[in-house]
């Protein structure tokens, strides 16, 4: 059976798709599937911002075949990980937690280098090119952390 992991952003633009995509690259997808939401309906159906789209291709990777969509509460019955953003992220999508279960999904993304420090991936939407350089790097290394977690949950 696939694992299944949701990376959560607020409009699944900018830092969602971007996990969801550096994720994609470092896990067997025959064995792990990985999609992205957003906690808001601003951008549904929506391509990823062009900045993520070329931060991306900056390092060989096309998010260009995904589109925005919203966070529902069937996605704590569809996803065995929930990896949210930022503490506002885990805010809202714990306040659609039915109980304990969907509650222990529900990550900080960046807790997978800083264990514990509930530290933010920061926003570049208002950031400017550089910004989605810094969101890029910091996503490279917590995905790779949770690549080598999902590997060893496969043996």
Do not use: W
């Amino acid at each position: 059976m696939k694992t299944k992991v949701l990376m959560v952003c607020l409009g699944n633009i900018c830092r969602s798709p971007l996990a969801e995509g550096i994720l994609k690259s470092k896990v067997d997808r025959k064995k792990v599937h990985v999609d992205s939401a957003g906690t808001g309906d601003y951008h549904i159906n929506d391509m990823p911002d062009k900045r993520s789209i070329s931060v991306a291709r900056k390092y060989d990777l096309d998010i260009t075949d995904q589109l925005g969509r919203q966070f529902s509460v069937s996605d704590f019955d569809n996803f065995d990980h929930i990896y949210v953003m930022d503490n506002s992220n885990y805010e809202n999508v714990i306040s659609l937690a039915r109980h304990e279960e969907d509650k222990q999904k529900v990550k900080l993304i960046l807790n997978e280098i800083f264990p514990g420090e509930n530290v933010d991936v920061p926003d570049p939407y208002f950031g400017g090119d550089h910004g989605f350089e810094n969101v890029y790097q910091m996503l490279e290394e917590a995905c790779e952390n949770i690549a080598r977690k999902l590997h060893r949950e496969e043996e």
